[in-house]
């Protein structure tokens, strides 16, 4: 199994949106609404921000939210903020019953 | 709340045994709707999913194929937790690892461990 393709960084600047993607194939990505978004501070745990998609855990900014089309999911995030700056992946479930990350975008607030 | 606790050496030689457990709290390593997982960080790869074990009736595992020959992640019902063994480890398995916990039709996931930095190195 692939890890799933994300960009290795994006950047903004503090009020602007950005958008990370995130490619599989029809065997994970596309093919389920399985697909979450991870942040992940360099020494910390890493934390959900999106699951199915688009659903964001209770807790969670509305500056970030998520879609899909086809094979490629994505992470938009409005407002940047500084504490945004962190290392972003996302998850797929597969259709061998696992699970699929990408490798992680750095996302620079400028 | 969910709670869980990670235990285990922080170094490990290589061609060994990693070993390492996951203490829960707040749920049941055999609970019908969940499954509990193990997943790696390094700066090389990244995040990486290990596999995981669940309890429908029956105990079940799924791996990655990456560490498929050399991977067991057993439950312990008396304790309440669940352990992963990586055997014939090389430099190129160090990274800190994380337990952590999905659900049943929710595969993502909510909680996780501390994480634990395992080095492999003589």
């Known amino acids: 199994q692939s890890a799933l393709t994300q960009p290795a960084s994006v950047s903004g600047s503090p009020g602007q949106s950005i958008s990370v993607s995130c490619t599989g194939t029809s065997s994970d990505v596309g093919g389920y609404n399985y697909v979450s978004w991870y942040q992940h501070h360099p020494g910390k745990v890493p934390k959900l921000m999106i699951y199915?998609?688009?659903n964001r855990p209770s807790g969670v900014s509305s500056r970030f939210s998520g879609s899909k089309s086809g094979n490629t999911a994505s992470l938009t995030i409005s407002g940047l903020q500084a504490e945004d700056e962190a290392d972003y992946y996302c998850?797929?479930?597969?259709?061998?019953?696992?699970?699929?990350f990408g490798g992680g975008t750095k996302l620079t607030v400028l | 709340q969910v709670q869980l606790q990670q235990s285990g050496p922080g170094l490990v030689k290589p061609s060994q045994t990693l070993s390492l457990t996951c203490a829960i709290s707040g749920d049941s390593v055999s609970s019908n709707t969940a499954a509990w997982n193990w997943i790696r960080q390094s700066p090389s790869r990244g995040l990486e999913w290990l596999g995981r074990?669940?309890?429908?009736?029956?105990?079940?595992?799924d791996f990655a194929v990456s560490v498929k020959s050399r991977i067991t992640i057993s439950p312990d019902t008396s304790k309440n937790q669940f352990s992963l063994q990586l055997n014939s480890v090389t430099p190129e398995d160090t990274a800190v690892y994380y337990c952590?916990?999905?659900?049943?039709?929710?595969?993502?996931?909510?909680?996780w461990g501390q994480g634990t930095l395992v080095t492999v190195s003589s």
């Open positions: 199915d998609v688009s």
């Open positions: 074990t669940y309890y429908r009736s029956r105990w079940y595992n």
């Open positions: 998850a797929s479930y597969t259709s061998t019953k696992t699970v699929v």
């Open positions: 952590a916990r999905s659900g049943y039709y929710a595969e993502y996931f909510q909680y």
